[in-house]
């Protein structure tokens, strides 16, 4: 009979095991430095794993970040995982346990899948939530096509060719959390492409990042916009930014389904309309306190492990 022990924090092996397993069985999207974004990164970091005992095969994984910030820390669980031959026996359980102990009091996030929504919410306190799921709408690069046209009232330049400060700003009023470090480092980020769009008068309108991911997608992570017509521009320009994107698989958005502009959007650039695919994804919830966000500028969430915009 096979036994199992738990180890926290462990080799980068494991967690790579984690992102194939769940790029190929969830359709998640990570890099594989991602481990190591989030351990520097954030105040405190703890990647909990089972893996089979003597070994470093995974069985199942939870990762806990905490956010510090002068309102308080904001604690948010990612990468709830258990490998297929292993679910039903009980394995997940005491290791969401074991994160949410680490928690207490304090308020949490994560992004709940459908099948797993509910069971969060009534198991964990996981019950304040927006009044929306989050859509994931996909297109296959092959299907996808550039416009020739698009607004001349916006133009794009490279994050780090604009006033640092003003792009804070800017995210500051998509996030209320400041998260300055973090995202400086998610620019910084290999096979990461970030552009930001500004309007007639030199004032920023939104900001993307376009990541190469698992399984040879890309992956629009974030992507914020005040409007559709900035949007168009903004990809249109990050498309053609990444070396050869016609080579990868697909793309898509991660959004508030109370949004239809990421869709829209998807099918400007889509060879017609019924090829883009979209599916109910994931829920925003919190155990203390939802936390509001402007979503007629979200197109894509930053990071669905440990993000909630």
């Given at each position: 009979m096979t036994e199992f022990e738990t180890l926290v924090n462990p080799p980068q092996e494991v967690f790579e095991q984690i992102v194939d397993l769940t790029s190929a069985t969830e359709d998640w999207a990570f890099?594989?430095?991602?481990?190591?974004?989030?351990?520097?990164?954030?105040?405190?970091?703890?990647?909990?794993?089972?893996?089979?005992?003597g070994t470093l095969n995974l069985v199942a994984s939870v990762s806990l970040a905490r956010w510090d910030a002068p309102e308080g820390p904001l604690f948010s669980i990612g990468m709830f995982y258990c490998v297929q031959k292993y679910r039903g026996q009980g394995?997940?359980?005491?290791?969401?346990?074991?994160?949410?102990?680490?928690?207490?009091?304090?308020?949490?996030?994560?992004?709940?899948?459908?099948?797993?929504?509910a069971k969060y919410a009534s198991d964990f306190g996981f019950d304040k939530v927006p009044e929306h799921w989050h859509l994931f709408s996909a297109l296959k690069c092959a299907d996808t096509v550039v416009p020739d046209k698009v607004s001349d009232k916006y133009?794009?330049?490279v994050w780090s060719d604009?006033?640092?400060?003003?792009?804070?700003?800017?995210?500051?009023?998509?996030?209320?959390?400041?998260?300055?470090?973090?995202?400086?480092?998610?620019?910084?980020?290999?096979?990461?492409?970030?552009?930001?769009?500004l309007d007639t008068s030199g004032n920023i309108v939104g900001y993307a990042t376009i990541?190469?991911?698992?399984?040879?997608?890309?992956?629009?992570?974030?992507?914020?916009?005040?409007?559709?017509?900035?949007?168009?521009?903004?990809?249109?320009?990050?498309l053609n930014m990444i070396p050869n994107w016609q080579s990868?698989?697909?793309?898509?958005?991660?959004?508030?389904?109370?949004?239809?502009?990421?869709?829209?959007?998807?099918?400007?650039?889509?060879?017609?309309?019924?090829?883009?695919?979209?599916v109910t994804?994931?829920?925003?919830?919190f155990t203390k306190k939802l936390i509001a966000t402007p979503d007629q500028k979200v197109y894509s969430m930053a990071d669905c492990a440990h993000q909630f915009v």
């Open positions: 890099q594989l430095n991602d481990y190591n974004f989030w351990k520097t990164n954030f105040d405190q970091f703890w990647l909990v794993t089972v893996v089979e005992k394995l997940g359980k005491p290791i969401f346990k074991q994160v949410m102990d680490i928690v207490g009091d304090n308020n949490a996030t994560l992004t709940g899948v459908v099948k797993m929504s133009t794009t330049k604009v006033d640092y400060e003003a792009l804070t700003a800017y995210d500051r009023t998509i996030c209320t959390r400041d998260r300055k470090k973090i995202m400086t480092a998610w620019f910084n980020l290999k096979d990461t492409f970030t552009r930001v769009v990541r190469l991911v698992s399984k040879n997608k890309l992956s629009p992570a974030p992507f914020y916009a005040d409007n559709l017509e900035a949007a168009e521009v903004l990809l249109k320009d990050l990868y698989a697909s793309f898509g958005f991660l959004y508030p389904e109370c949004n239809q502009d990421p869709l829209r959007l998807l099918e400007k650039f889509a060879k017609s309309k019924e090829l883009v695919s979209t994804f994931i829920r925003s919830q």
